[in-house]
């Protein structure tokens, strides 16, 4: 029976390692990306300001609402300019007498919408870009102000924010001219026949320029949250795709502990059942001779000299002739190889470190509450001994 129990003992020792290969092959793989996320999670724990300062911060930046709206704020400005875009070309091109000769109007039905939209596209590109000069010079003068830094860092921005000026100036000028010329075009040619032609004209100059001028403003102030905050969500959203990634490795690597050690009872359990039908076929546990080293096993069990769920190497090498008959000392001799325990030790430590990990770095996510903020940790380096 010992022959038989070693024997088996040692197939079961180089199944749980093919096992173990298995399942721990792409373990050296994940645990070099997650130190390489390391280096990555440095870059979105910086945050260039528009003075090109890179300025530490601390995720998460938002909270759960922040971001919804943040992101509503990106969707809105969208349809803003959506909506300005079609009021703009509809509007253009109704003075398309004036922008479009009479030969391509009767050549190119339509055309008049195409030449509305160009124009449109341009003045609504003019707003974005002077409104994104503007807020950007006004975030450089706070951060100047509230840090007490040279006032030459402005210096950058002054020229754009010029420019911005001149750009809504030209947008003011160019719409209040072209809300006259439509006004002008859609009056009625004979106050006879309409007498409040007068005040009809006056009535769709306002509305025309109102809503334009309207439409504008909400541009403006849309463009200030994106301004403001567009760049640190960028940041932010990295960060949490960075996590996201992180997680689904924490995850195969917290899989392969888990199937490693249940792979080793299942087959500690296939083994010793065909040890123990070999028992019952031969009608024998214990070899005759090993009959007294068996007896004082249980006499030592009995009196509590031996507990089988403490051994040791020298408890268990003394009665190795007679593993057959416990459960305990039969998967000790599994559980005690080199290769095997050295990968579970491995996967334990590693899981050890992820858990660590995430306890310190990954945020809660609250809804309104402000999440605690959290300073990221390198996942220290360890030595994989998995082969």
Known sequence: ??????????????????????????????????????????????????LGRSTPMKQPIFTANEVAKFESNRRVYFVVLLIMLAFETFLYSMIKKILIPKDMLDLYPGIEFAVGFFFALIFVAILHFAFKFMWEYFEAKYIVTKHNLDKNELKPFHRNFIISLIMISIFVVANIATGYLRATFLEPHSSSTNPNAEETHIAFLLFSILITFGVAFVMALLEKEIAEKGEKFKVFKNWKRQQKERKKYNSQVKDMLKKCLE???????????????????????????????????????????????????????HYLPVAATRHELFEYGVDNDKGISDTISDLKAKVAIIEEFEKKNVAPDKGDDKAAPIIVEEIPATENITN
């Open 263 to 317: 792979r080793k009872d299942i087959l500690i359990e296939e083994y010793w059942g065909v040890l123990k039908d070999l028992q019952r076929v031969f009608e024998i546990e214990v070899d005759a001779d090993r009959q007294e080293l068996y007896d004082e096993l249980n006499k030592k069990i009995k009196s509590n000299e031996v507990d089988l769920y403490k051994l040791d190497e020298k408890v268990y090498q």
């Open 1 to 50: 029976m010992r022959n038989f129990t070693e024997s088996y003992q040692e197939d079961c020792r180089e199944s749980v390692k093919e096992e173990f290969k298995g399942i721990t092959a792409k373990l050296p793989a994940i645990w070099t990306r997650l130190n390489l996320k390391d280096a990555k999670q440095k870059m979105h724990n910086n945050y260039v300001d528009v």
